[in-house]
């Protein structure tokens, strides 16, 4: 499956690396929902990082509970296919990573008296967390709200491309503006899911099967 | 239908006197939605003058936002019953609400440099996305999750009565209670809910009609 800007090739190279350590995990009777928390917890520590203005170990930390997001569903595959509960709390917490490390960089732009990264941390918290309820509510209604140019995927290689080149080349201005772009292009997905709702639902009105 | 902490006198109360201006934004041509989108905007404005340190305007244009929230319901039954996209644009408008007045709790927590309300408030933004999330989503998934000890209703009453004593006392440690309150029984919903999804998706795969 594509993924937006994600490339697919870096996609499929870093689900074959993770292969044999999912295997691994299984062999050792570690579970993909345990995976998928630890996950949270690294990403929650790494977002933490970013707060207290710690770019490069915020990256550091930020790769691995992303590597660890991309590994508990490869271990659900390998444990047989995965659980319903697994698909749900896997995107519940997904929320919760998202939620951290935006929640991070409000914090980081509240304590440097930047205004510009504070608002566009907080807006894009909010846009992206509607932009995944809006697909979860009109699937709730019996329609689907999956298009969009900015798939969680490509919010987050944004988001540590901007952490790991202000980290590296300490270019500051760099980090807010990959969360000024994430929050742009959440608030356009939101409005491209919204309307397409609007004509699903419209549709199924005139269809007479409301 | 009961809303928790809510008492039900004071939400029938407002539901008979809103009805004749309910009547007469419908005979003006006045749709439901124009009045869901128009209290968003209101609640938005109440949400900056918070923000801004403002706490009775911020009250007084708070509870205009919450009332055209009542209002738009009763407009969809005057007008026949409310269309399948209007429940979906409520559903999502209220989100938008919740959230920018969390967002101008927060910069107003971090304007004073308070991190109590600052983290209060958004502990609270993420919390209750994730009640309304997790209910989105397992309803996507075919089974429920309305439980929980703090809907909406109570969330905005006990926000709006700490703004309202700051504002009219001037006891400022109530607002940030009211934000931490907010936040903790958030957090338990989100968990009386995950657990109930977990205990729903278990017995259906027990069933067998996974």
């Given amino acids: 499956m594509s993924h937006g800007l994600m490339p ?28 998928t928390v630890v996950g949270v917890l690294v990403t929650v520590a790494g977002s933490a990082l970013l707060g207290a203005a710690r770019p490069l170990p915020a990256l550091v930390v930020l790769l691995a509970g992303a590597l660890a997001d991309t590994l508990d569903g490869q271990l659900a595959k390998v444990s047989g296919g995965g659980t319903r509960f697994g698909a749900f709390l896997d995107s519940t917490l997904d929320r919760v990573s998202d939620a951290a490390l935006a929640a991070g960089a409000a914090a980081l732009g509240a304590s440097l008296g930047d205004p510009v990264l504070f608002w ?60 000024a772009a994430v ?17 699903e639902l419209n549709n199924r009105n005139k269809e007479g099967i409301r």
């Avoid at 090739?9 to 570690?30: D, N, Q, S």
């Avoid at 298009?147 to 300490?170: C, H, N, Q, S, Y």
């Fill in 120 to 179: 566009a941390a907080l807006g894009g918290l909010v846009a992206s967390f509607l932009v995944s309820y809006v697909r979860a509510k009109a699937e709730s209604m019996g329609t689907t709200a999956t298009v969009g140019l900015m798939p969680r995927e490509a919010r987050l290689t944004i988001l540590l491309i901007g952490i790991g080149v202000w980290g590296v080349f300490e270019v500051y201005p760099l980090v807010v503006a990959a969360f």
């Fill in 8 to 35: 697919n090739v870096v996609a499929e190279g870093t689900r074959l690396t993770l292969a044999p350590v999912a295997r691994g995990l299984h062999r050792f009777g570690i579970s993909a929902n345990a995976v």
């Fill in 183 to 199: 929050a742009l292009l959440s608030v356009i997905t939101l409005f491209q899911r919204i309307a397409f709702v609007a004509r």
